[in-house]
């Protein structure tokens, strides 16, 4: 989506805000722009429509050269992708970048006129550098008048601003959606996301929510919420290091596993409003397009499928929509019957899996036809793969790299992105019932706290790895949404300990794989304190009466307990439409500490890639 880079240096800086703008294209983008402070002190801009080269070709035609500067690229939400609609947006002296929606734009917008503002966009963004430039009549100074703009913003910003008439400094303010201060030796800069200023500095400072910065070449200063001056934490990385070195930890797998809570919250920045989900973050036509949507058709491979699986559980029991789940390489061979009014969703991590890329292409073809889908979604990790360039809509998560080829962090901000997708269709379609948006956004909120009390199990987990390193098979259970995440903790275990796994419904035990249960063959049972548990339980009984060793994930309110040949590892208590999402923790880890006691690959795996690109 959109991003923002800013710079207050003694050299030209065009340049850095050009490059910063590059890394930030995998974030998706519509339009880009610059405004610089130049060096015959006059403000100005260039904007344009399409790719960063577009403006790059622009700026090299025209150069900008100057000090101060700001950047943006725009993934349209309010007014169409254009230049005249492409950020920067000038009032007076100041020109102003914004990621986010403001809410009260409307109302702004007609007291600004009211008070003889002249609009030349149609975007939200524009009302913040007017309401701005009429602040500073009574509060001359920048800052000061940043203070109190924002006080009369509701909705989300990540914004910065320059004035030529403070050029010795770029403020910025954040509430929903991030920025980071780049430190560097006498010139320090701006950006949405630190990628976008590695190139020229490797310490950053993170603002919180609420906070203003006032960013001079040989200062930062903040101010928190409540206005009072902060210090924030300098972090520094070493070049490269974030997704290439593992860090404290011993694989890649495990530190990816570990990384759960902050790359969650990051795949909910910027997507939650107070009480709700931002369905733009789905794209600016996502609105629209939901409102028609019937039936959703879900397609992926691997750990995606799994995502998928649970996904399907969330649409029919919160949104009331009919949903279909299916491999990709069953799906594109096979012919479909369309039902009216279905978006096809594909999940992938890379984004670049042939069989998913290959059912798209399938997909789109149909819907050329009469009675052919709806529109197509990507829920993808990678924001300039095929599978994003190639679908309507996107929803890209923000896991990060993930190196270690079983997929662990993409999976768990998959199915955020996909709970993000049932509110969404709930919310346009009507069809929620009444509190459950607010309540799990609230849940949602608190997710990556729940996360991190999860993986602080991973010492009794790791003493549980035990029992499994002398067999040969394991039977993973669930029932309900947790089937799925039965499902992917035997594919786990299977990928990197190779032994073989299989995941079944509970229920369906006594139709077949209690023929298998003995001694040798732990069962393990993933148990929240959900309308499912006694039924669960019963199903428990029936493996314990063969002999069969249990090891059980349960919610601890659920009054299970440690018995013979029963292992009992309590969960926080978690609401019930979240659980698939916090008992996968458990089962990771279960996997990571049966491999590292076999002594396999663990990051790579035999036989196994990271990305299928090819049949
Ligand atoms: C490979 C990987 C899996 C992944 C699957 C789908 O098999 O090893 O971890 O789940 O591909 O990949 P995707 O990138 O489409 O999610």
């Known amino acids: 989506m959109c991003g923002i880079v800013g710079a207050v240096a003694e050299r030209n800086i065009t340049a850095i805000l050009l490059e910063g703008l590059k890394r930030l294209e995998y974030r998706g983008y519509d339009s880009a722009g610059v405004a610089v402070f130049t060096n015959d002190e006059k403000l100005e801009?260039?904007?344009?429509?399409?790719k960063v080269s577009e403006l790059e070709n622009a700026l090299e035609a025209e150069p900008l050269v100057g000090r101060l500067g700001i950047a943006h690229t725009r993934w349209a939400t309010h007014g169409a992708p254009c230049e005249r609609n492409a950020h920067p947006h000038f009032s007076g002296d100041l020109a102003v970048v914004h990621n986010g929606i403001i809410e009260n734009h409307e109302a702004l917008r007609e007291q600004l006129k009211a008070l003889g503002y002249v609009f030349t966009s149609d975007t939200d963004t524009e009302v913040i550098a007017h309401l701005l430039n009429h602040k500073l009549k009574d509060l001359p100074d920048l800052t000061a008048a940043l203070k109190t703009t924002v006080k009369e913003l509701h909705g989300a910003y990540g914004l910065a601003v320059i004035s030529a008439k403070q050029p010795d400094r770029l403020v910025a303010a954040r509430s929903g959606s991030p920025l980071v201060i780049g430190l560097g030796l006498g010139e320090n800069f701006l950006a949405s996301d630190q990628l976008a200023l590695r190139q020229v500095t490797d310490r950053f400072m993170y603002l919180e929510e609420g906070d203003i910065a006032e960013i001079r070449r040989d200062s930062v200063h903040i101010w928190d919420v409540d206005g009072k001056a902060v210090e924030r934490e300098t972090v520094q990385y070493r070049d490269g290091a974030e997704a290439a070195d593992k860090g404290e930890f011993r694989h890649f797998m495990l530190k990816e596993i570990h990384e759960q809570p902050s790359v969650v919250q990051r795949t909910l920045e910027g997507r939650l409003s107070p009480n709700g989900v931002l369905v733009q973050a789905f794209g600016p036509q996502a609105a629209e397009l939901f409102a028609k949507v019937r039936n959703v058709q879900i397609v992926a491979c691997g750990t995606s499928y799994h995502a998928g699986m649970v996904a399907r559980y969330w649409l029919e029991e919160?949104?009331?929509?009919?949903c279909q789940v299916e491999v990709a390489s069953e799906f594109r061979y096979r012919k479909v019957v369309v039902q009216p009014d279905t978006l096809f969703v594909t999940i992938s991590q890379s984004g670049e899996t042939a069989d998913t890329l290959a059912a798209l292409r399938n997909a789109k073809e149909l819907s050329r036809e009469e009675g052919g889908y709806l529109a197509s979604l990507a829920i993808c990790n990678v924001g300039i793969s095929s599978l994003?360039?190639?679908?309507?809509?996107?929803?890209?998560?923000?896991?990060?790299?993930?190196?270690g080829v079983a997929s662990t962090k993409a999976f768990t901000t998959q199915l955020v992105g996909l709970l993000l997708?049932?509110?969404s269709l709930g919310q346009v379609r009507g069809t929620l019932a009444k509190g459950v948006e607010a309540?799990?956004?609230?849940?949602?909120?608190?997710?990556p706290t729940r996360l991190g009390e999860a993986l602080a199990m991973d010492s009794t987990v790791e003493k549980i790895a035990e029992l499994f390193a002398e067999k040969n098979h394991t039977l993973f259970l669930g029932r309900g949404a947790q089937f799925p995440v039965a499902m992917e903790g035997a594919l786990k275990?299977?990928?990197?300990?190779?032994?073989h796994a299989e995941a079944y419904p509970a229920g369906e035990l006594k139709h077949g794989p209690l023929a298998l249960v003995d001694n040798d063959m732990p069962v393990v049972t993933v148990a929240p304190n959900n309308e499912l548990l006694e039924k669960l339980k019963s199903n428990l009984q029936e493996v314990r009466a063969?002999?069969?060793?249990?090891?059980?994930?349960?919610?601890?309110?659920?009054?299970m307990t440690n018995g013979e040949g029963t292992h009992v590892v309590h969960m926080p208590h978690i609401h019930d439409i979240l659980s698939p999402i916090l008992y996968t923790i458990p089962l990771q880890l279960l996997s990571y500490y049966v491999a590292v006691l076999k002594g396999t690959d663990v990051d790579q795996p035999r036989n196994l890639a990271k990305s299928v690109t090819v049949e």
Not at 45 to 50: D, L, S
Not at 318 to 322: E, R
Not at 391 to 397: F, I, N
């Open 318 to 322: 919160l949104a009331g929509i009919p």
């Open 421 to 423: 997708l049932t509110l």
């Open 439 to 447: 309540t799990l956004v609230e849940e949602l909120r608190r997710l």
């Open 493 to 499: 275990l299977k990928e990197i300990s190779y032994i």
């Open 546 to 559: 063969r002999g069969g060793q249990l090891i059980v994930f349960a919610d601890e309110r659920s009054g």
């Open 388 to 403: 994003v360039r190639e679908s309507d809509l996107t929803l890209l998560t923000q896991a990060g790299r993930e190196i």
């Open 45 to 50: 801009r260039m904007r344009r429509p399409g």
